[in-house]
C-alpha cells in the first residue's frame, strides 16, 4: 500500500507519498481501507519532529480516519468485512490501510457522508471526554472555547450549545458569522478585545463555568481570571507554550480547578471507554442534524503538504480532509 511518510522531519514538505508494508490485524483488530483522514495539529507535530507515535503505533501520521472495513483479525465480534466506519487512531490514518483496534470504531452516523466521517473521531472523542468526564459541563453553565474556527472548536461550540450551555468563543473576527450559526451565542476577536473583560461583559461577571482551551502557558492567568467560582479550566493544547506561572491564590479564591488532558498516548481501555461515551451520547446528536461535521475542505492525500500550510496559516473554518483513491 502507500502512505504519507516523513523520511526527516521539516516542513510540509517533509510528507512524502510512498509505498510502504501492508497492515495485518492483529487479535482484537480489522483493516480499515481509508477514504479520508483528518488532518490534526498533532499531525504538523509529529511532522516536525515534536510529536513521535507511541510505541507499537504506526510511524505514519493520522489520528483519525473513515473508510471500509476489509479485514477483521481473531477475537472481534460485532464488526464485518464491507461496514462503513470511522476510528480513531494512534496513527496512521495518512495511508490506503490502516489497523485499528475495534473498540476504536465508530459506525458512519446516519446522515452523515463517509467521507466526511473522518472529520467526526478525534474532535468528538475528545470534547466528550474533556467537557463532560472532566469539566463537568451542565445546561445553564457558560462555556468558553478558544479556537472557535479549529476542528474542535467548531465541534465544543455545538456539542456545549446542545447541551445548554451558553458558548463564547475566541476567533479571528471574519469567522465569527459562521461560528454563530454553529451555536455560539457571543464571539471574541482575540487580536482585538481582552476575553476576560468580554466574559465579564457577556455574563455580567458571573464568569466562564468551563474553560476549554487549546493555548496553554500565554492564556494560563487570563483564563483563570476569566473563570467563574467553581469554575473548571481544561486545557487541551500548548499553542502559546509550556510553562507559566499560576497564582494558586486566585485559584483558591474561586475554588476553581485546572485540569489538563491528552488523547493520543491513553491505553486502549481508556480510549474504549471513551469512544463507548461518544457513540452513546454523542452520536445520537449528530443522527438529530444537532451536530454536523464541519469540513473546510477535501484535498487529496497526494497534496497533504498544502493541507498542512492551510492547518498552519489558521485560515480555515473545522476540520481540513485528506481524501484516499
Excluded at 466574559?199 to 455580567?204: I, L, N
Amino acid at each position: 500500500m502507500r502512505a504519507i511518510t516523513i523520511p526527516q522531519p521539516g516542513g510540509p514538505d517533509a510528507l512524502i507519498w510512498a509505498e510502504v508494508p501492508d497492515p495485518e490485524p492483529g487479535p482484537g483488530e480489522v483493516i480499515v481501507d481509508v477514504r479520508a483522514a483528518g488532518v490534526n495539529r498533532a499531525d504538523l507535530l509529529q511532522r516536525q519532529g515534536h510529536y513521535p507515535p507511541p510505541p507499537g503505533a504506526p510511524e505514519y501520521p493520522g489520528l483519525e480516519c473513515s473508510g471500509v472495513i476489509s479485514a477483521v483479525g481473531p477475537e472481534v465480534t460485532g464488526w464485518a468485512i464491507g461496514q462503513q466506519v470511522c476510528a480513531l487512531l494512534t496513527g496512521g490514518g495518512y495511508a490506503e490501510r490502516v489497523a485499528v483496534p475495534a473498540e476504536q470504531l465508530l459506525p458512519v452516523p446516519g446522515g452523515v457522508d463517509l467521507v466526511d466521517a473522518a472529520a467526526l473521531p478525534e474532535v468528538a472523542c475528545t470534547v466528550w471526554s474533556n467537557l463532560l468526564p472532566v469539566g463537568r459541563l451542565h445546561s445553564g453553565d457558560t462555556l468558553l472555547v478558544h479556537g472557535g474556527g479549529s476542528g474542535i472548536g467548531t465541534f465544543a461550540i455545538q456539542f456545549g450549545a446542545a447541551l445548554g450551555a451558553t458558548v463564547l468563543t475566541t476567533a479571528r473576527a471574519a469567522k465569527h458569522p459562521r461560528l454563530r450559526e454553529l451555536g455560539a451565542a457571543h464571539t471574541i476577536d482575540y487580536r482585538e478585545q481582552d476575553f476576560v473583560e468580554e466574559v465579564r461583559r457577556a455574563t455580567d461577571g458571573h464568569g466562564a463555568d468551563v474553560v476549554l482551551d487549546i493555548m496553554g502557558a500565554s492564556y494560563l492567568g487570563r483564563n483563570v481570571a476569566a473563570l467563574a467560582t467553581g469554575g473548571r479550566l481544561v486545557v487541551i493544547g500548548l499553542q502559546g507554550g509550556r510553562k507559566a506561572e499560576l497564582d494558586l491564590g486566585a485559584l483558591l479564591t474561586k475554588r476553581a480547578s485546572v485540569a489538563a488532558t491528552t488523547l493520543r498516548a491513553r491505553p486502549l481501555s481508556e480510549k474504549a471507554e471513551i469512544v463507548r461515551g461518544v457513540r452513546d451520547e454523542v452520536w445520537p446528536l449528530i443522527e438529530a442534524g444537532r451536530i454536523r461535521p464541519v469540513v473546510d475542505r477535501r484535498l487529496p492525500i497526494s497534496e497533504a503538504a498544502e493541507a498542512h500550510r492551510l492547518v498552519e496559516s489558521n485560515d480555515h473554518v473545522g476540520k481540513v480532509l485528506l481524501t484516499v483513491g
